[in-house]
């Protein structure tokens, strides 16, 4: 079901979880029963909501956020295996007729099933995934646009379960965590049809909810990420070397992440995509013959999109702290080269049976040969 991730970060397989919990908390900041007062509650990673540049865009709130990190409970709630009943498919709804027992049932054949009754483990803690905003669910998750948005309005349609799958870690080193999927209802009962590969979650691996995709990062490849603190000082370094538009030779800043993503600064880089080349705003060289977004770049005469830069904010998502030197095409968010190349290599569900490679920060396919594009700044004449 999840297959192993790349020890960087990401994988370019993910783990598909097509088929549609017990109680739930809020798992922002629970201590361990080890922890002592004033500690940092133990943390067995973090879950990243792909398509979205470091929050909702209405908002991170509550459990409906972009990134959540899961750290051990007050006290443990998982599950495990007690007794297994083999019995005939017709009966199974009867045998789940108990609110209060907590079950697993798995159909073999149209004439057999199998029921697995769970008790309480206290060796583990369980965090539910899905669209339902019931207090069993852990983290809320609503379909993904292109382009970082969310499917909203009466007439947008989900495709991620309710209760779409549930995650077991376990509260001692070296807290292993493994993902189920499958079509848990309010009663706490699962029904699945098939036998899932190896389910345990390593760095980067990427859990598909048929809707949206999440990244599982552990606490070691968190470290090996850049911090915000890193991504910062990398904005105010590019800034510092005043790269220049070629054309009108006014000097170019990228925005601070403060001002959030909004109508682009005057000051604002932007980028033929095709070639590369940074440029202040300009309103010549439409090629509308081509398509209303072409231009050409006034440099090499290369034809194609020109869209403005935007850095890169969801530090989960980036491999190192490099330079921003990359720009994703067609959308312009910037990166470093090696997260650039990375994630252009890492094909990503695309409805129910296709993989395309996209811009992790937005979600929007990328074109082009590489999917990506090195920028070329001008620096300042004196």
Request: hydrophobic share 30%; proline share 9%.
């Amino acid at each position: 079901m999840v297959l192993e991730g790349n020890p960087e970060v990401g994988s370019p397989r993910t783990s598909d979880l097509q088929h549609p919990g017990s109680q739930g908390s809020c798992v922002l900041s629970s201590p361990g029963d080890d922890a002592q007062p004033g500690e940092e509650p133990i943390k067995y990673g973090e879950l990243i909501v792909l398509g979205y540049n470091g929050c909702l865009a209405s908002g991170d709130k509550g459990r409906r956020r972009s990134r959540l990190a899961l750290s051990r409970r007050p006290h443990a709630n998982g599950v495990k295996p007690d007794v297994m009943h083999h019995i005939s498919t017709p009966l199974v709804s009867k045998a789940l007729s108990n609110r209060g027992q907590h079950s697993i049932s798995y159909t073999l054949s149209r004439s057999h099933s199998v029921i697995v009754e769970y008790t309480h483990d206290s060796d583990t803690d369980m965090f539910q995934i899905g669209r339902s905003t019931e207090n069993m669910i852990d983290f809320v998750v609503t379909d993904t646009s292109p382009g970082g948005g969310t499917a909203e309005g009466p007439s947008a349609q989900s495709t991620i379960s309710r209760y779409a799958c549930r995650i077991l870690c376990d509260r001692r080193p070296p807290y292993t965590a493994r993902i189920y999927a499958a079509g848990f209802d309010a009663s706490s009962n699962i029904f699945l049809g098939v036998e899932n590969e190896s389910n345990v979650l390593q760095d980067g691996s990427l859990i598909d909810l048929c809707g949206a995709t999440l990244l599982w990062r552990t606490p070691a490849g968190l470290l090996r990420a850049p911090t915000l603190k890193q991504l910062e000082a990398q904005r105010q370094e590019a800034n510092a070397a005043r790269p220049q538009c070629p054309v009108g030779l006014s000097t170019l800043a990228f925005p601070s992440p403060a001002r959030g993503r909004t109508a682009p600064d005057k000051q604002q880089p932007w980028v033929y995509v095709r070639c590369g080349h940074v440029h202040g705003y300009h309103g010549w060289g439409c090629r509308r013959e081509r398509g209303p977004q072409e231009r050409e770049c006034p440099l090499c005469r290369l034809v194609g999109p020109y869209v403005p830069l935007w850095l890169g904010q969801e530090a989960g998502l980036c491999l190192d702290p490099g330079p921003p030197s990359h720009a994703f095409a067609p959308c312009g968010h910037v990166c470093s080269e090696k997260t650039a190349r990375y994630w252009a290599q890492t094909p990503l569900p695309h409805g129910t049976h296709a993989f395309h490679a996209a811009c992790p920060f937005c979600g929007a396919w990328l074109t082009g040969e590489h999917g990506c594009v090195r920028l070329i700044f001008q620096g300042p004449l004196d």
